[in-house]
């Protein structure tokens, strides 16, 4: 059961962006396909998209992380167990145009410049392969008013993040310097129409789904405090 607390907000926030990128994978991906999820932590959405059909390498800098993800799955009894490896966004032990996708969530607000993430998805992701890639959104009043109320110990701001800070994004930004890195985005979806007040969640989870699929796209810009980018090489 969902437990709408502080700490499962903010796991809901993650673990919604996880949802949707798996739903967005598994419509644009094909059985065997070899994807690499990027900043993969725990190995969870990893796990999914193996069980989906494909082939999966997860990619972390964190050592324990990687560690801890290769347990996690060792007893498992599934058909296909994702591969973990230790290496940072923007230097991937891969080849060249050796990848059919990549996904990354939450990894780019932990990183002082997206460039050489972007640049490095673009090269090991072979001829018309798929970015599927999450930010936090830059102009969400949401966000604003959700980090006023909770009394943020950091400020909206573009700059590289440090001591805790996250970075975050403007829309118009990541499609630029993903196109600039030779992906060309053909959708964007903005998601997470809440705010966190204590230990309330406003709106309920289902009426905050429930607003993601009524909003247009203006709207959305300026409400959700996520956004999933998909592109693809070319």
Same mark, same amino acid.
């Given at each position: 059961? #969902?437990?709408?607390? &502080?700490?499962?907000?903010?796991?809901?926030?993650?673990? @919604?962006?996880?949802?949707?990128?798996?739903?967005?994978?598994?419509?644009?991906?094909?059985?065997?396909?070899?994807?690499?999820? *990027?900043?993969?932590?725990?190995? #969870?959405? /990893?796990?999914?998209? !193996?069980? &989906?059909?494909?082939?999966?390498?997860?990619?972390? @800098?964190?050592?324990?992380?990687?560690?801890?993800?290769?347990?996690?799955?060792?007893? @498992?009894? *599934?058909?296909?167990?994702?591969?973990?490896?230790?290496?940072?966004?923007?230097?991937?032990?891969?080849?060249?145009?050796?990848?059919?996708?990549?996904?990354?969530? !939450?990894?780019? $607000?932990?990183? !002082?410049?997206?460039?050489?993430?972007?640049?490095?998805?673009?090269?090991?992701?072979?001829?018309?392969?798929?970015? *599927?890639?999450?930010?936090?959104?830059?102009?969400?009043?949401? *966000? +604003?008013?959700?980090?006023?109320?909770?009394?943020?110990?950091?400020?909206?701001? /573009?700059?590289?993040?440090?001591?805790?800070?996250? &970075?975050?994004?403007?829309?118009?930004?990541?499609?630029? +310097?993903?196109?600039?890195?030779?992906?060309?985005?053909?959708?964007?979806?903005?998601?997470?129409?809440?705010?966190?007040? $204590?230990?309330?969640?406003?709106?309920?989870?289902?009426?905050?789904?429930?607003?993601?699929?009524? !909003? +247009?796209?203006?709207? /959305?810009? &300026?409400?959700? $405090?996520?956004?999933?980018?998909?592109?693809? +090489?070319?």
């Amino acid at each position: 059961m #969902y437990d709408s607390s &502080r700490k499962s907000n903010k796991d809901f926030t993650f673990q @919604h962006g996880n949802e949707l990128v798996e739903d967005i994978c598994s419509r644009i991906s094909r059985p065997n396909e070899l994807w690499v999820d *990027i900043g993969c932590g725990t190995g #969870y959405l /990893s796990a999914r998209l !193996s069980e &989906r059909g494909l082939s999966v390498i997860g990619v972390d @800098h964190d050592i324990e992380m990687i560690e801890f993800a290769n347990e996690r799955f060792l007893n @498992h009894r *599934i058909t296909r167990r994702p591969v973990f490896v230790t290496a940072k966004a923007d230097s991937l032990p891969f080849d060249d145009n050796t990848t059919d996708g990549v996904v990354a969530v !939450s990894l780019a $607000g932990c990183l !002082s410049s997206p460039d050489g993430f972007f640049r490095e998805a673009h090269r090991v992701l072979r001829k018309n392969g798929f970015a *599927i890639i999450t930010f936090t959104n830059r102009a969400s009043l949401l *966000i +604003k008013i959700n980090w006023c109320l909770n009394k943020a110990s950091y400020m909206i701001r /573009s700059p590289a993040p440090s001591d805790g800070q996250y &970075r975050v994004y403007a829309c118009a930004e990541v499609v630029d +310097k993903l196109e600039k890195a030779g992906l060309r985005v053909i959708n964007v979806r903005f998601y997470n129409f809440f705010i966190n007040v $204590g230990d309330l969640m406003i709106p309920p989870k289902p009426l905050a789904i429930y607003c993601e699929r009524l !909003s +247009k796209y203006n709207i /959305s810009r &300026r409400l959700g $405090g996520n956004f999933i980018v998909v592109a693809h +090489k070319i």
